[in-house]
Every structure is written in C-alpha cells, then in structure tokens.
C-alpha cells in the first residue's frame, strides 16, 4: 500500500467552512476502509469499499462527506466550524472495514497521512 495525500487544512473564522481531501494510495484490495482521525485520537469519519459512511454523533450535522469512490477520495466538509475543531487531521487507509466505533476503521496494518492542520480562531 502506499500513503494517503491529504489537502485542504488551513485557518478559517470560528462559523466558517473547510473542505478537506483524502485520496488513498495503492489500496490492493476493494475491501478496505478510510477515515479521517482528528488528533490521532477521534474518528471523524470513515467510509469502506462499499460506501459504507460511519460518522459519530459529535459531528453529524456540521461534517458531511462527499465521496469519490471511483478514485477512493474521502473528503470531509466541515461546516460551522468551533474553536474546538482544531487540530491536526490525519487520514488513514487500510485493508479492513469499519469499525465498532463510529467514524473508525478496523483490519490490517494502518497507513497514515502526514496530516493536515486546522485551526479555527473565534
């Protein structure tokens, strides 16, 4: 597998909007999953070979995420951006499928982006 590109972080205005890209690399299998981590830590959103989207329920309603499944790029649209989104966010791809938590995914070895970073000033 190769590593995932990330795009799109930046500052922006507490209330504001940020569109963030994920393309996968290299995947060798259609059964796989990409999410995007804020922190390392919470799963923001995750999506599997089948279209499968898992958002936990922190962001439903601000993050939405337009897919392209025929290139396997998750992006995810933030909106109504809070202070508290800031951060750096990490998108990771490997061969698996969602996961039990939402907004995660779970399987084989994990491949990291090199992050992006957000920061939303009030």
Not at 5 to 22: I, T, Y
Not at 24 to 46: D, F, M
Request: glycine share 14%; charged share 15%; with cysteine.
């Amino acid at each position: 597998q190769g590593q995932p590109v990330e795009s799109g972080g930046g500052p922006v205005q507490a209330g504001g909007s940020l569109r963030l890209s994920c393309r996968a690399s290299l995947l060798p299998s259609n059964v796989y999953c990409i999410s995007w981590t804020r922190q390392e830590r919470e799963g923001v959103a995750a999506i599997d070979g089948d279209g499968t989207l898992s958002l936990p329920t922190s962001v439903q309603g601000r993050f939405s995420n337009p897919v392209d499944t025929a290139n396997k790029v998750l992006y995810l649209q933030m909106n109504d951006l809070k202070p508290e989104d800031s951060g750096m966010y990490y998108c990771l791809q490997l061969v698996g499928n969602i996961g039990s938590v939402a907004g995660t995914c779970t399987g084989g070895r994990s491949y990291w982006g090199q992050g992006t970073q957000v920061t939303v000033s009030s």
